[in-house]
């Protein structure tokens, strides 16, 4: 079974722009969760769409959104990007909830 | 949210060694996973234990929900251990299937 993909893989963007990240599931699994990982805050949790819908959401700014598609595929935005958002996201999916969380390879993003 | 604390920060061992990272959690948790990851980023499932005791190769850990701590032990290691090693929890009060990570433990094994 192929793991979680998450494309690109590296981003560099300018401030005030805004970026747009994807993330494939695992086949079957219907939740998928983003993290952020920076090296002041550690691994910090974003929010969680089951079922095209955001079932959690963590403590971030508005000018970060996602949605998920039928297919379990997610995408998370960040608009009016800031220096501060320099990080690594991280996709995780699962089949549901209280289940094993499986990450994916991570998008680096940089912003200049 | 749920506190996680990781110890140590930080480990360094000789070839070989055997090591003990800790880990305790603030409430009660449906789901505990030890990582570790990669020098790329990547977070590697070594184990999802929310209870009791799992042994995977030189690896195993013990999860003790009651006291809400969970150890993860490493035998004879090896140099490709190396890395930064997390304990993440999820559940508690709330049964929000988002994880709360510790700090990591960042292990270094020598030749």
């Known amino acids: 079974k192929a793991g979680v993909t998450q494309t690109p893989r590296y981003l560099i963007k300018t401030r005030g722009q805004q970026v747009t990240l994807s993330c494939s599931p695992i086949s079957g699994h219907r939740s998928v969760s983003w993290y952020q990982q920076t090296p002041g805050q550690g691994l910090q949790f974003l929010f969680e769409?089951?079922?095209?819908?955001?079932?959690n959401k963590g403590n971030f700014p508005g000018r970060f959104s996602g949605r998920q598609f039928s297919n379990s595929r997610s995408e998370m935005n960040v608009s009016t990007l800031e220096l501060g958002d320099s990080a690594l996201y991280l996709c995780?999916?699962?089949?549901?909830?209280?289940?094993?969380?499986?990450f994916g390879p991570g998008t680096r993003l940089t912003v200049l | 949210g749920i506190q996680v604390e990781q110890s140590p920060p930080d480990l360094i061992l000789q070839e070989g060694a055997n090591s003990t990272l800790r880990c305790n959690f603030s409430d009660s948790v449906n789901n505990l996973q030890w990582f570790h990851q990669n020098p790329w980023g990547q977070l590697i499932n070594l184990f999802y234990i929310p209870s009791g005791t799992k042994q995977n190769g030189r690896l195993s850990a013990t999860t003790v929900a009651t006291e809400r701590y969970s150890l993860l032990y490493i035998s004879s290691s090896q140099t490709t251990d190396s890395g930064v090693y997390f304990c993440?929890?999820?559940?508690?009060?709330?049964?929000?299937?988002?994880?709360?990570f510790g700090t990591g433990t960042r292990l270094t094994v020598i030749p």
């Open positions: 995780a999916s699962s089949l549901d909830r209280n289940n094993e969380q499986f």
């Open positions: 769409y089951f079922s095209e819908t955001q079932r």
């Open positions: 993440a929890v999820g559940g508690g009060q709330t049964g929000a299937n988002n994880l709360f």
